[in-house]
Antibody, heavy 121, light 113 residues
Framework: EVQLVESGGGLVQPGESLRLSCAATGFTFSNYAMHWVRQAPGKGLEYVSAISSNGDSTYYANSVKGRFTISRDNSKNTLYLQMGSLRVGDMAVYYC??????????????WGQGTLVTVSS | DIVMTQSPDSLAVSLGERATINCKSSQSVLYSSNYKNYLAWYQQKPGQPPKLLIYWASTRESGVPDRFSGSGSGTDFTLTISSLQAEDVAVYYCQQYYSSPFTFGPGTKVDIK
């Protein structure tokens, strides 16, 4: 069974950094691209970032480009999102999701339950 | 960036009736080399992560009831629920994965009338 479990969320102040992790089980992690998608409280879905199966290709929303870095460790079956210079507008539930193949140009077929990031002074 | 719009913002349909949601992209998401539309539909129920319903605009994900169908090409797409069930109450999102950033529509809330 495919499982994605996010962790690392919490309360931070504006300008601070945070690293999210997503532990993947139930599939061969190194064969699949991965996505991060966020959802602010009461709002819609917002694409954040994506990484190809081998990590060679990465993509970002304009709103996070230069502040967030996506990465993966295929030996640990784990996806990461390093978030820097956090803003109040980054406050959201962050979901990791799997693409059904190695390229990022695919939808998200499995999703984690999400981890909440709160940015407040 | 490709901007995705959806209509209506919300709709209420009687049980057993048809629900239709429209999605429009600001540029074509049809890839000419493989003639595939890079468009997906998701369902999100309260307190849950999204669930993939449809991809390539019209291919139903495994396990999704056949009352859900997708259609359209280029810039205009439709999600149809042929006979609304109580468990279909949710917010529905379209997403393009043709070009990064892989943008979502704003969502359409479906309720029971």
């Amino acid at each position: 069974e495919v499982q994605l479990v996010e962790s690392g969320g919490g309360l931070v102040q504006p300008g601070e950094s945070l690293r999210l992790s997503c532990a993947a089980t139930g599939f061969t992690f190194s064969n699949y691209a991965m996505h991060w998608v966020r959802q602010a409280p009461g709002k819609g879905l917002e694409y954040v970032s994506a990484i190809s199966s081998n990590g060679d290709s990465t993509y970002y929303a304009n709103s996070v480009k230069g502040r967030f870095t996506i990465s993966r460790d295929n030996s640990k079956n784990t996806l990461y999102l390093q978030m820097g210079s956090l803003r109040v507008g980054d406050m959201a539930v962050y979901y990791c999701a799997r693409a059904p193949g190695g390229t990022c140009y695919l939808p998200a077929d499995y999703w984690g339950q999400g981890t909440l990031v709160t940015v407040s002074s | 960036d490709i901007v995705m719009t959806q209509s209506p913002d919300s709709l209420a349909v009687s049980l057993g009736e048809r629900a239709t949601i429209n999605c429009k992209s600001s540029q074509s998401v049809l890839y000419s080399s493989n003639y595939k539309n890079y468009l997906a539909w998701y369902q999100q129920k309260p307190g849950q992560p999204p669930k993939l319903l449809i991809y390539w605009a019209s291919t139903r994900e495994s396990g999704v009831p056949d009352r859900f169908s997708g259609s359209g090409s280029g810039t205009d797409f439709t999600l149809t629920i042929s006979s609304l069930q109580a468990e279909d109450v949710a917010v529905y999102y379209c997403q393009q994965y043709y070009s990064s950033p892989f943008t979502f529509g704003p969502g359409t809330k479906v309720d029971i009338k």
